[in-house]
């Protein structure tokens, strides 16, 4: 180590540390998992946690189908081996967020229990906290909304496999949180997360 | 829009922008993506910018092959396909990362020009920033550092489709920077960088 310029700079060669990141966001990096049937609210309730924790300073990123679709899995289609895959790519990326110090959230139906499953496991291996969210929406509640009538044309058998009409969701059997959207408005939802977070050590409380 | 609570939190439930967390972090998004051949110092380089860059209070962080290769990539083996592929999940790894606002540096030879322009191309289309840094080191030099003792094994035909040994590496045409580790010492070649990303809006100057 030799100290350069003015700036007093101290020169490393090795890996920045996790908690070094951490230390300049303040902030802990955690990976907040959404998980439920299609138009069930995850990917509302994941937004407004991310406003939220946005204007409370906090960095947070959320991982859904809009930016990783069409991007990451673009040559994934919908087998069940591209689906497996579709998850698996997700929980990587999710874990290379939190252990960035980032406060990531994922927003996909991830209907299959192993699926998740290993993405806390990847998780849990690196140290990184893990905060599944099951979003357990009633699914008449789901069908109704329908915004994309993607329900209408599973039950027209123009959708093959559409999971709760003819593919098995897996409900999380430990949860960190349930969250029901017909419950609960997309801030009482979120007020609920950033309870769990805050009570867990996951994020610092208001006036820390 | 609705003000709940004393917090004084305002209700959105769309996205928040790239600006917002730019402004949050306070520096932009951006990725530095290093490319040169087999032991030229692109993770030294890499790995010295990021501690100077944490220092200086930005968040960086480096996808190399430490957290790729055994994590996203590890399904991906060295065929042709595959070393596409690798290189396509990587450039969408860190648009990801630059979307969040993140300095995202990548430290992989990424031989091909075809590869590193869809990198560049998938960051221009999202108006975001692509730094390609041509660590060109004579090989010669690459050879006699040869840390993992892999131009050793190529050179004996027991490792197949090494870069610069029976593989071609395809150097930049138009990179933003070339550094070459046998002439700069890592703190050297950090800092052109770092006046680089200054020089062109990409960082703020210190005292800002």
Known sequence: MTKIRATNITWHEGHVTREEREALLKQKGVTVWFTGLSACGKS??????????????????????????????????????????????????????????????????????????????????????FVEIFVDTPIEVCEERDPKGLYKKARAGELKQFTGVDDPYEAPLKPELVLDASKLSPQEGSIKVLEYLETNGLLPTLGD
């Open 44 to 129: 509302t309730f994941a937004f407004t946690l991310e406003h939220v924790l946005v204007q409370r300073g906090h960095l947070a990123y959320c991982l859904d189908g809009d930016n990783i679709r069409h991007g990451l899995n673009k040559n994934l289609g919908f087998s069940a081996e591209d689906r497996d895959e579709n998850i698996r790519r997700i929980g990587e990326v999710a874990k290379l967020f939190a252990d960035t110090g980032v406060i990531a959230m994922t927003s996909f139906i991830s209907p299959y229990r192993k699926d998740r499953d290993r993405a806390r496991n990847l998780h849990k291996e690196a140290g990184l906290p």
